[in-house]
């Protein structure tokens, strides 16, 4: 387990952890975890960037061998850079790190 970045949105008693390190719930879950942690453009840019994945199964006959590596390829980066994303998603929204 990583460690935690605490942040806080001056003048509002709400703090919030962010973990460091890689994200699980970003690879594994993607644009739903991106979701729940209300980073609505990260939802939408997962989203499409998976449809993007699966055309070239249309061009391609491995019959989604190739699909299936850009998308795990894909995830890996997700969770790499996951909590990344989200401590800065939330700075975005006034957050400080304490």
Do not use: Q
């Amino acid at each position: 387990m990583g460690e935690r970045i605490y942040l806080s949105r001056p003048g509002a008693d709400e703090t919030v952890g962010v973990a460091t390190g890689f994200s699980w719930g970003a690879l594994l879950l993607g644009f739903i975890w991106a979701l729940s942690k209300r980073m609505w453009f990260a939802a939408f840019a997962m989203v499409a960037v998976d449809l993007l994945l699966c055309l070239p199964d249309l061009w391609f006959d491995d019959r989604g061998i190739v699909g299936l590596i850009l998308s795990t390829l894909f995830g890996i980066v997700c969770g790499k850079y996951g909590n990344e994303w989200h401590r800065r998603t939330l700075e975005r929204r006034g957050y400080v790190v304490l």
